[in-house]
């Protein structure tokens, strides 16, 4: 169920998918340890397609960088720079809020 979730079906086709009903499907997303690694699959698949991501954009770049058309050089120049400069920001956003939720992990009674 997790891993349907995950990638984007909804509650009644991931608990169709793991074999339980509905309701019990939606008991669990109610347990925050449920919660917890749905976000961390959710994140995960996130991380996999951005490096996949990155990885296409040099052999993409390289060969719009070698097209005829000087704007459709500089179109392509901009729309990588555009998304390295997202993909850069995500992470450090992503990376902080981590942090973040340790600390506030730390300073919780127990």
Same mark, same amino acid.
């Given at each position: 169920m997790?891993?349907?979730?995950?990638? @984007?079906? $909804? +509650?009644?086709?991931a608990?169709?998918?793991? @074999?339980?009903?509905?309701?019990t499907?939606?008991?669990?997303?109610?347990? !925050? @340890?449920f919660?917890q690694?749905l976000?961390?699959?959710?994140?995960?698949?996130i991380k996999?397609a951005t @490096?996949r991501?990155?990885a296409?954009?040099s052999? $993409?770049?390289? $060969?719009?960088?070698k097209?005829?058309?000087?704007?459709?050089?500089?179109g392509?120049? #901009?729309?990588?720079?555009?998304?390295? +400069?997202?993909?850069?920001?995500?992470?450090?956003?992503?990376a902080?809020? +981590?942090?973040?939720?340790?600390?506030?992990?730390l300073k #919780? !009674? !127990?």
């Amino acid at each position: 169920m997790l891993a349907s979730l995950a990638s @984007g079906s $909804t +509650v009644l086709e991931a608990a169709r998918a793991a @074999g339980i009903s509905e309701a019990t499907a939606y008991r669990k997303l109610r347990e !925050p @340890g449920f919660c917890q690694a749905l976000a961390a699959a959710r994140a995960d698949l996130i991380k996999r397609a951005t @490096g996949r991501l990155a990885a296409a954009c040099s052999s $993409t770049l390289a $060969t719009l960088l070698k097209a005829d058309s000087e704007s459709v050089r500089l179109g392509a120049a #901009r729309s990588i720079l555009e998304l390295a +400069v997202r993909m850069h920001e995500t992470e450090e956003l992503e990376a902080r809020i +981590v942090a973040l939720e340790e600390l506030g992990e730390l300073k #919780r !009674p !127990p």
